[in-house]
């Protein structure tokens, strides 16, 4: 990079859109906590074991919605990053005819065998009466809002890429604020039990899907429902790149489902049944964190990855890992200290309390490593690499964390169980780490030294150094410089003379408009992310920028002509380009531009 200050468009994209999808991932499970907490206070610590062990039946039944959902983030963001807007909204309306689909077998499949469902967790009506009473009650109510979370899978992410991020975390705060509310409602008011708890779960899920629906219905909304560049092979694709969730949840659900009934075995009482309750409720809410900045990279990854820019992905890369620690080591520091003022929002029986409490400093050690290896299975998800990433997720959620359960839980009993996440947590991440050095060593007979050597890239990604030029533009004179690097890289890699200047123009006269003219979101400098490439014989440019929405395509096909003294660099190369794509991510504007071989080379 010729300008350092380029690495400022990065981090004010991905940190925003990181914080977001957190939110994205505690919508799904906030409420649940919730319910546990005031269940637990008001309805009692047995009423509250049952909502605790509903847990592994939601991953249950949002298997193949998170799997789908998942692929299509993947698929979305690669066809964005390729330009191609047609095939992102394609992806997007097929997932929701997918989720419709799916939300009608999850109702009738509880309709018809709710009692076999129920016995997946270990609870039935003859060996515990007790619970599973109160589990109908919570799953009856819960089960009308299912099918609008799986909705709202779908929608928020793609909401929060089309620059929706605000109005998904106003959603995602309301949607907390009206559970909190019902809930109270049902236990001062209705006296509804356990089903009023999973009932007023539903309804939040409503209002907080009413809100989102409001942004397609906004001028600036670039998704709609549209099958226009739709085909069987895109399912093929979202189903392809949504495996590797199918498989994390897959092995999450046989692992949750394994501890959850060697727990019940082992435990001496209902007390060491609550706290590995709050151990999950809480496990569930922080580890929203590696989940959100996992997804954040297969989104962020796809757009790069799809552009097929080296540096940039290599800078995203980078931020995020650092990110990772930073916010993992400080949570992770926070909640050891509060463990007890935790442990004491869900109960005031002394015994809950306590084992509650080593319960949540257990997790504490556990979630630095747990956000960082999140971090890099979402990376990884967004590479395409399918293999290393189900390799880590087998080990991740089912065999690590069940032979750590065996071993400490029969040393130590419920206690052991607890403890088990954080020692499984560090020994993947000492594993995870062992093969990426035995990798490099194999593969250049040395130790990783350079970040690349944790990336996975194909060894011709994104080309040579030598046929790419990147910057970034802050100032005018920053343009006018990238304006003449651009002729001289364009002329050293013989193209056109005319096609040179052009070029070179058309870099000065948009850097300069988007200076000039736009405005950071944030109010703060930006950055205009440049970079100039030469693929065999295609000179692509592409512009990213932070300001507010602004599709350049479009205004200067619609006034180009009125004013050609100020853009005759632009109105040429628009004529000139064999492709020119305008696309929203993120907050960012994005514009690409590709010069066919005829006009490229001399």
């Not at 949570?331 to 309390?353: D, H, K, L, Q």
């Not at 040179?500 to 703060?524: C, D, P, W, Y």
Request: proline share 2%.
């Amino acid at each position: 990079m010729t300008n350092q200050k380029s690495s400022d468009i990065i981090p004010a994209m991905f940190f925003a859109t990181a914080v977001t999808m957190i939110l994205t991932n505690l919508t799904e499970y906030v409420s649940v906590l919730v319910d546990g907490i005031i269940t637990s206070r008001f309805l009692g610590h047995e009423a509250y074991s049952a909502v605790a062990l509903f847990n592994p039946l939601i991953g249950l039944l949002l298997l193949v919605s998170n799997a789908i959902t998942t692929g299509s983030q993947v698929e979305i963001s690669r066809s964005l990053g390729a330009g191609n807007r047609d095939k992102a909204n394609s992806a997007f309306s097929i997932t929701l005819l997918i989720m419709a689909v799916a939300a009608f077998i999850l109702i009738m499949a509880w309709l018809i065998i709710p009692g076999e469902l129920l016995r997946i967790t270990g609870v039935s009506a003859e060996n515990h009466a007790h619970l599973y009473s109160d589990m109908i009650g919570y799953v009856n109510g819960y089960m009308f809002g299912a099918p609008l979370l799986m909705v709202i899978q779908v929608i928020g992410p793609v909401i929060v890429m089309d620059g929706g991020r605000t109005l998904f975390t106003v959603s995602a705060a309301t949607m907390g604020v009206c559970d909190i509310a019902f809930d109270l409602v049902n236990v001062f008011v209705f006296h509804g039990g356990t089903f009023g708890m999973g009932l007023a779960t539903s309804l939040s899920y409503l209002v907080q899907l009413a809100i989102l629906m409001t942004h397609f219905f906004k001028r600036t909304c670039g998704f709609g429902f549209s099958l226009k560049a739709f085909s069987l092979g895109q399912i093929a694709d979202i189903v392809r790149a949504g495996s590797p969730t199918f498989v994390r949840k897959i092995a999450n659900l046989l692992r949750e489902l394994f501890i959850n009934r060697f727990n019940l075995a082992i435990a001496l009482t209902t007390a060491a049944v609550a706290a590995r309750g709050i151990q999950t409720d809480i496990n569930t809410v922080l580890f929203c964190l590696g989940l959100g900045i996992g997804k954040t990279l297969i989104t962020m990854t796809g757009i790069y990855y799809g552009s097929d820019d080296r540096l940039g992905i290599t800078r995203l890369f980078s931020y995020s890992m650092r990110l990772s620690v930073i916010m993992s080591g400080t949570v992770g520091i926070v909640m050891f200290i509060a463990a007890p003022y935790i442990a004491g929002v869900f109960s005031n029986e002394r015994e809950v309390v306590e084992l509650g409490t080593f319960s949540i400093r257990c997790m504490a050690f556990g979630i630095m490593p747990d956000v960082v290896v999140s971090a890099l299975m979402g990376y990884l998800q967004g590479i395409n690499n399918r293999s290393f990433l189900n390799v880590i997720n087998i080990f991740d959620r089912l065999v690590i964390p069940v032979i750590c359960a065996l071993i400490l839980g029969t040393l130590f009993g419920s206690k052991g169980i607890m403890a088990s996440i954080a020692v499984g947590k560090i020994i993947l991440l000492v594993l995870v780490m062992a093969v990426i050095l035995a990798r490099t060593w194999l593969r250049a007979k040395r130790f990783p030294t350079r970040l690349e050597d944790f990336m996975f890239l194909p060894e011709n990604f994104g080309g040579s150094e030598g046929d790419n030029i990147y910057a970034a533009i802050q100032t005018t004179d920053d343009a006018l410089h990238e304006s003449r690097r651009a002729r001289e890289f364009c002329m050293s890699h013989s193209v056109r003379r005319r096609t040179a200047e052009l070029m070179s123009l058309f870099i000065e006269e948009m850097a300069v408009n988007i200076i000039k003219h736009g405005r950071a979101r944030t109010g703060q400098k930006f950055a205009v992310d440049y970079r100039l490439s030469l693929n065999g014989n295609t000179l692509c440019m592409t512009l990213r920028d932070c300001c507010q929405h602004f599709d350049p395509v479009a205004f200067y096909k619609a006034h180009g002509e009125d004013s050609p003294a100020d853009m005759l660099g632009i109105s040429i190369v628009m004529k000139l380009a064999k492709d020119i794509r305008y696309f929203s991510a993120f907050g960012s504007n994005n514009i690409i531009v590709s010069i066919g071989s005829g006009e490229a080379r001399a």
